[in-house]
């Protein structure tokens, strides 16, 4: 298994560009979801997906979409980006929502805004 | 979700036990407690996570107080390996959302 696998692994991009990062996970997880890292701090939670078609807001959502049409995928959209957004973001999964199961994370894509 | 509470850094010498303690006074009865790693700026790593009673894996230790509102990691010989930052999580249950706090940053000196 390939675990779950980020791309691209780094950005840079104008104010005001659109971007899609992507996620995938071949371990048939059900948990997706998708957290920011500024430098110093700990990781906050963006966007989740407890299944394919269900998505929900984490604590930091503005500026960003997410979709879940298949299990394996969870891409994250940044609208319209902003220096606010130029963060390092991981995307995890695990096999179901809830507190008895650990979390896979992924390698990470560090995105810089200009 | 309940918040945690842990000491910003830390040393251990090289082949002694790395005790890293975590505070969660308002931890409700149905929230678990997890322990993850950051080594650089990797994706966080799990190491161990328990309920109420005390844990060991190949990594660690996780003790537990009886009345649930501390906890501590054990590394039982530390490496230098091991330098990293330890994030102190609780969850629910049933819940979905996973707060990481700002962790622990443990030095493993030689």
């Known amino acids: 298994n390939a675990g779950v696998t980020q791309t691209p692994k780094f950005q840079v991009l104008k104010t005001g560009q659109s971007m899609t990062l992507q996620c995938a996970q071949d371990?048939?997880?059900?948990?997706m979801s998708w957290y920011r890292q500024d430098p110093g701090m700990g990781l906050r939670l963006i966007h989740y997906?407890?299944?394919?078609?269900?998505?929900d807001q984490g604590e930091v959502p503005n500026g960003y979409n997410v979709s879940r049409s298949t299990t394996e995928d969870f891409p994250l959209r940044l609208l319209s980006a902003a220096p606010s957004q130029t963060s390092v973001y991981f995307c995890?999964?695990?096999?179901?929502?809830?507190?008895?199961?650990?979390?896979?994370f992924g390698p990470g894509t560090r995105l810089t805004v200009l | 979700d309940a918040k945690t509470t842990q000491p910003p850094s830390m040393d251990c010498a090289e082949g002694r036990a790395a005790n890293l303690p975590c505070n969660h006074s308002t931890i409700s009865g149905n929230e678990y407690v997890y322990w993850y790693r950051q080594i650089h700026s990797q994706g966080p790593q799990y190491i161990i996570h328990g309920l109420k009673n005390n844990e060991t894996n190949e990594m660690a230790s996780l003790i537990i107080t009886e009345d649930r509102k501390s906890s501590t990691l054990i590394l039982p010989h530390a490496t230098l390996r091991d330098t990293a930052v330890y994030y102190c999580?609780?969850?629910?249950?049933?819940?979905?959302?996973?707060?990481f706090g700002t962790g622990t940053s443990l030095t493993v000196i030689p």
């Open positions: 999580i609780v969850r629910v249950v049933a819940g979905n959302q996973f707060y």
């Open positions: 371990m048939n997880h059900e948990y």
């Open positions: 997906s407890v299944g394919a078609g269900i998505t």
């Open positions: 995890a999964s695990s096999p179901y929502g809830g507190g008895d199961n650990e979390q896979f």
